[in-house]
């Protein structure tokens, strides 16, 4: 697996780090029947950020409160520290940022903050819980008088209070401006050098392709898919053709080869005109791009591009 | 920091003295919050006051009901009235709040012991119970001139402390099974018709008899029943009675809350 991680991607932990938090075979049936989760497995590792993507009411949320020990499995194992999330000792070593609609208005985020820390035996120093959440200055706000990204940036500081070994971040840059996003993105890449672990669930793409070691796709209660960034757009790319390399590339150019002549080029996957441009998926670009480039001399407007990670989610999660 | 990243919790006797504080300053916390809570404050402590004030001191002509002032006899009533409203909206409302916006969620994911926020709870409801009654009592005194002894009063608090359990029950089973946007409402619902029927705002022997009857089965009147027989009015039952009216109401709100629990549990 580390043979194919992107430079940008290189990450302290492996695979074989400690298991910090486990799912496994867990199936959630819900007293009204639903099933949010059906024989999902997911390992955490010491030190890693993984990313929990799928769309609403794939049961990202309910996997979440499972590992929290909040809610209990139909069937399977939940092991955090290799052991019980529920005890007072594990819950010690977690932190958890919800997506908390309001926390007691009339309480100061100094309060709120000191109030979290008192719950464990070796805090966060104050000062430092509040530089790091980016909290400077409104500490005597009440929690109701806060801008929505505030709420949240307190609410990080309530999940880092413990000096956790494994952080639950649900959504946590929601509302947050660029700036705030990009200093919470850097807190939590810095708990992750320092051998913490990160689940995060998002709905930006963008911060999972950012932030993540590993994505995990859930849809309808399975894991359809998991991997680096890279590995997830490449998959997510090849399941409308046969391969499933992992060097896929989407190559965009105007040309007046036909799409069958396209389609028996090497390395070629897909291949559409779309408003006078030819989209060409293709496993080998290199190759492709010579064979093309041979081909029609009077190709134009030529671009070449990884797969967006939106694309392969929306393709990975689609039917 | 880092360092310390898979070293086991601190010891047992820090654990201990960990946990006590967390209680205290749950307990603190959650008092400190409701009374910056205007719409709380302001309304549990004023609704009685001026109730009291109305019915019990201007309305009063001198008379006596069963040996005891009227200004005193209604001093009962509305006490008991005032601590009612502390832990219904002090619990119910706070409670059914905190688990529509997932409030409840992120503290019971956290170290907190589970029951240190029920303690917090009924603790600052107590807390407001005892300020309602003392300041009813400091009214009735100055203004109608009733007599309480030292006595009199103690036992009023004691009652406060163990009378706000059952109406935290009560408001705990309310926050359980009524949405969120529908708990106040549902409470005021409860609580008026309760007070009036307990015989909390006007003596329960002028309410038509079927009401008396009804009245054995309302925590608010055993509770009230217990608070006269302090100021040595010869209640319609005995103490015991009414203490087993008082335990055998929260056993019942305790045996429903447990349903909801369970039930709203399996459903998160």
Known sequence: MSAVLDPIQATPFTTSSPAVATLSHI??????????????????HRGEIVALLGPNGAGKSTAVKLL??????????VRIFDADPRHAATRLRTGVMLQVGKAPEMLRVREHINIFRGYYPNPVPYADLVRAAGLEGIESRMFGQLSGGQKQRALF???????????????????????????????IRSLAARGKTVLLTTHYLE???????????????????????AEVKSLGAATTGTSTSRTLKIIRCVTEV???????????????????????????????????????????SLEVQSPALEDAFLALTSN | MSATAFTLPAARSNSFARTLRIFLTEARFEFVRLLRTRAFSLAVIGFPVIFYLFFGLIMNRGEHIGGVS????MLAGYAVFGMVGASLFGIGGGLASELSTGWLELKRASPMPPFAYVVAKCCSAVVFGLIIVTLLTLLGITIAHVSITPSEYARMMALTLVGTIPFACLGMVIALLVPFNAAPGVINMIYLPMSFCGGLWIPIMMLPHVLQKFALLLPTYHLSQLVLATFGYASAGSA???WFGLLGFTLVMLGVAALAYRRLEQNS
């Open chain 1, 27 to 44: 199936t959630k049936r819900y007293a009204n029947g639903v099933l949010a989760l059906d024989d999902l497995s997911l390992t955490l």
């Open chain 1, 68 to 77: 929290m020990g909040l809610s209990a499995p139909t069937s399977g194992a």
């Open chain 1, 157 to 187: 500081a309530l999940a880092l209070a413990g000096d956790p070994d494994l952080v639950f971040l649900d959504e946590p840059t929601v509302g947050l401006d660029i700036e705030a996003r990009r200093g919470m993105w850097a807190e």
């Open chain 1, 207 to 229: 911060e999972a392709d950012a932030l993540a070691h590993r994505i995990v796709v859930i849809n309808k209660g399975r894991v359809i898919c998991e991997g680096t960034p």
């Open chain 1, 258 to 300: 036909s799409n069958s002549t396209l389609l028996s080029i090497p390395g070629v996957t897909a291949a559409e005109l779309t408003a006078g441009v030819t989209v060409i998926s293709s496993t080998e670009p290199e190759r492709t791009l010579r064979e093309l480039l041979a081909l029609d001399q009077n190709l134009h």
């Open chain 2, 70 to 73: 009227v200004a005193k006899y």
């Open chain 2, 240 to 242: 015991i009675s009414h």
